[in-house]
């Protein structure tokens, strides 16, 4: 018979796990690597720098100009922060990373209230271990934060509901309104089709969920979170309108504005993967359900908030992955609740389905480290001794979990341990090994901090084509950047009176000398040109390019610019 450790040493383990997990995954070199390219994370860095600096604390701005791609909430937790710490990327980061430990804390209550604790932990650690997770509490832009507070405002009143805890809807009301002006009426639009889904599909909840003080409720949300658009609105008038409402909600939904529109049904991919290891649990479990084991009341609204996620972002013509990352929490809960019921059902028959998911995923683990092998012939030595390291990790976790599910007869364990072990080793490796390799190769803020060294500071900053690279090198240059996009736009940039200076790539400046352009190069190096593993290979010299800051340019038959 298996010993247990007493109580206090359990909990002493219990929290001394969670301690690392949320080390590793959260905090650990959250400052290291500079903001990554492309992306959002210096646009909002930027933007709440310099709010911070005029004391304007309603109106976003990015290099000078009003600001409208988001409302004004995640500002104000970043602006705290950069009055704290100063600005920096630690800063603007701690602002997620806070968002994680709280939705981690909201998924572990929620799930106690409508399941039971061990099901409530069992989800927020299977959420804590995610790769989306890794990603995105470490990444500063606000989808982290939107999750946490929608879905602990949601939770707050399904308790409210359900378990007859009127003071409770409250909470959870400014916390949807919160959610509101973080990112805007999508908060609103996914709790309506959440709730229409759930009425469907459990009407058993009409009568508590009728119950509930809706009206006061709008008037909190609409209370919190209708002023900043008012006054925005009166500040800013049309801009304000086509700027933010228009071009970042209703055209950007119907319109695809930014790009071509993604697939029609790419979200339940992007789910499908980016929920591993844990996609065939739940997809188990939809499995037993077809074959007749019944659906709590609960479950069925873990399902609905599951299935409106995708749905609605489905329907949009923009689409990037992170944005079906709330319905990760639910999710997790459901394969969580599988997971548990499989464990505790006397015969394991009605939940085939889950056993079946739960060994999928251990093997879907070791899947996962020999994927890596085939790296091999394409990566330098000392990257390959990392890759080898984590593959080894992920092979033997997934075997051994697949061993332990063996020996007790597909029984699922309490908690997926050696998964979650070889899940951490892997970020870690990542973390103390790899991302050093990727920040080092990365060139916008060792070329800005050239610029900052100089000993006569520019009158003027540049970038020419470094569309990717424009908000980041606004950030470490820290003055306004000239966005130049034709050849003649670029000569009159450098020919200013004054010291002007400008970034741009060497194959740009070698296909203006082709046309008889002459440029002065003040400072060149190589940097990485795309952000993706391949950038690490052997075979990977087409993702470097040569970054360049020229001082003067000369079109076809005129001379240099003397120096100033």
Not at 451 to 456: K, P, R, T
């Amino acid at each position: 018979m298996r010993r247990s450790l007493p109580p206090p040493l359990a909990r002493a383990a219990r929290w001394s796990g969670w301690i690392v997990l949320i080390w590793v995954v959260v905090f650990w070199r959250l400052g290291m690597p500079s903001f990554w390219d492309p992306g959002d994370e210096a646009h909002y860095a930027q933007a709440t720098r310099e709010m911070l600096a005029s004391g304007d604390w309603l109106a976003p701005h990015y290099n000078g100009l009003p600001f409208f791609d988001k409302p004004v909430f995640f500002y104000w937790l970043q602006m705290i922060a950069f009055s704290l710490l100063g600005p920096s990327e630690f800063a603007a980061r701690i602002v997620p990373a806070i968002s994680a430990i709280a939705l981690f804390a909201a998924v572990g209550w929620f799930g106690a209230q409508i399941f039971d604790r061990g099901t409530g932990t069992l989800g927020a650690l299977m959420l804590a271990l995610l790769p989306a997770t890794f990603a995105l509490s470490s990444y500063a832009i606000l989808d982290m934060t939107f999750t946490a507070l929608l879905f602990g405002g949601l939770a707050a009143i399904v308790v409210s509901a359900r378990r007859g805890h009127v003071r409770l809807q409250y909470a959870g009301y400014v916390l949807v309104g919160l959610a509101v002006l973080t990112k805007g009426p999508l908060a609103l639009a996914l709790s309506s089709v959440a709730l229409t889904l759930a009425i469907a599909i459990a009407p058993e909840i009409r009568t508590p969920f009728w119950r509930l003080r809706w009206g006061q409720g709008l008037a909190i949300v609409v209370g919190i979170s209708l002023p900043w658009f008012v006054y925005s609105w009166m500040r800013f008038g049309g801009a304000f309108i086509e700027g933010y409402l228009l071009r970042e909600n209703i055209w950007l939904f119907t319109r695809g504005v930014g790009g071509p529109p993604g697939a029609q049904l790419s979200y339940f991919r992007v789910i499908t993967i980016g929920m591993l290891p844990w996609t065939p649990v739940f997809a188990g479990r939809l499995v037993d359900i077809a074959r007749g084991d019944r659906c709590s009341t609960d479950e069925r609204l873990l399902w609905a908030w599951s299935a409106a996620v995708p749905l609605f972002f489905s329907v949009s013509h923009f689409k990037l992955d992170h944005y079906v990352y709330p319905a990760a929490p639910t999710l997790c809960l459901l394969a969580a609740h599988a997971w548990r019921r499989a464990r505790e059902a006397t015969s394991l028959r009605a939940h085939a389905g889950v056993v079946a998911g739960v060994s999928i995923s251990a093997i879907a683990v070791t899947a996962a480290g020999l994927a890596l092998l085939p790296m091999r012939d394409r990566a330098s030595d000392d990257v390959w001794t990392w890759i080898s390291v984590v593959a080894i990790a992920l092979i033997s976790s997934g075997a051994l979990e697949m061993g332990r599910l063996v020996a007790g007869r597909f029984r699922p364990p309490a908690i997926p341990l050696r998964l979650a072990i070889g899940i951490l080793a892997t970020y870690s490796v990542a973390l103390f090994a790899l991302l050093p390799i990727f920040e080092h190769a990365k060139p916008v803020k060792p070329m800005a901090e050239w610029v900052a060294n100089l000993e006569n500071a520019p009158d003027r900053v540049g970038a020419y084509r470094m569309d990717r690279w424009n908000t980041s090198w606004r950030f470490y240059v820290d003055q306004p950047v000239t966005e130049v996009e034709t050849p003649d736009a670029l000569v009159s940039f450098l020919r200013q009176p004054g010291r002007s200076v400008c970034l741009m790539m060497q194959r740009d400046v070698d296909a203006l000398t082709a046309l008889g352009y002459r440029f002065r190069i003040e400072h060149a190096a190589p940097g990485l040109f795309v952000t993706s593993g391949r950038a690490i290979t052997r075979d990977s010299a087409s993702n470097w390019q040569v970054f360049v800051i020229v001082s003067h340019v000369a079109p076809p038959d005129r001379p240099l610019v003397p120096s100033t």
